[in-house]
């Protein structure tokens, strides 16, 4: 669902498939080592918006990973 990643300086760029597949990677190891990690992401939505849905669900911005230990 992210098109685009956000580095630890806060510039973003885009989530080319060399990253995407790290990204996967990682979340495939941490999972074999007990772990879970839930994504966190953003986008822009405009302020005269009241309601967002599923569909705004696309496009999104990669901000990083929140990690839980699960065994």
């Known amino acids: ?5 956000q580095r630890a300086d806060g ?4 989530m080319d ?5 790290r990204l996967k990677a ?3 190891d941490r ?3 007990g772990y879970r990690l839930l994504a966190v992401a953003w986008r822009t939505i405009p302020s005269e918006r009241t309601t ?3 569909n705004d669900e ?3 911005v990669l901000a990083g990973f929140a ?3 699960d065994p």
């Open 1 to 5: 669902l992210c098109s685009n990643i």
């Open 11 to 14: 510039s973003i760029c885009p």
């Open 17 to 21: 498939e060399p990253t995407s597949t």
């Open 26 to 28: 990682l979340v495939e």
């Open 31 to 33: 999972g074999a080592q």
């Open 52 to 54: 967002i849905d599923i």
């Open 58 to 60: 696309r496009d999104l």
């Open 67 to 69: 990690s839980f230990l």
